[in-house]
Nanobody, 124 residues
């Protein structure tokens, strides 16, 4: 089993920054790839970013590329999402997820483990 706990959400004005954290515990083999997804009200959950186990490979959705940075600290079992130049359309619940294969993926169904989410609200 894997437990994922997100933190760092909040309210910010457009152009501002937030850093989300995801504290992970449980089987290491169940969290080879870590991802961040988001779900805006009334919309489907969508991929934002993912990072490999060693942190050497990352991938981003086009909508966040150049503004968001995913990183991880394996010693602290924590994954981060630095979000800069936030826009109103970034408003959503942000979820941390992990998958038990060391293959990068943008597909929700490839991630069996999920956190409860943290709300990010960006006002224009």
């Amino acid at each position: 089993q894997v437990q994922l706990v997100e933190s760092g959400g909040g309210s910010v004005q457009a152009g501002g920054s937030l850093r989300l954290s995801c504290a992970a515990s449980g089987r290491t083999s169940s969290r080879y790839v870590m991802g961040w997804f988001r779900q805006a009200q009334g919309k489907e959950r969508e991929f934002a970013a993912a990072i490999s186990w060693a942190g050497l490979t990352s991938t981003y959705a086009d909508s966040v590329k150049g503004r968001f940075t995913i990183s991880k600290d394996n010693a602290k079992n924590t994954v981060y999402l630095q979000m800069n130049n936030l826009k109103a359309e970034d408003t959503a619940i942000y979820y941390c997820a992990s998958r038990d294969r060391n293959i990068m993926s943008r597909t929700l169904s490839d991630y069996p483990y999920w956190g409860q989410g943290t709300q990010v609200t960006v006002s224009s």
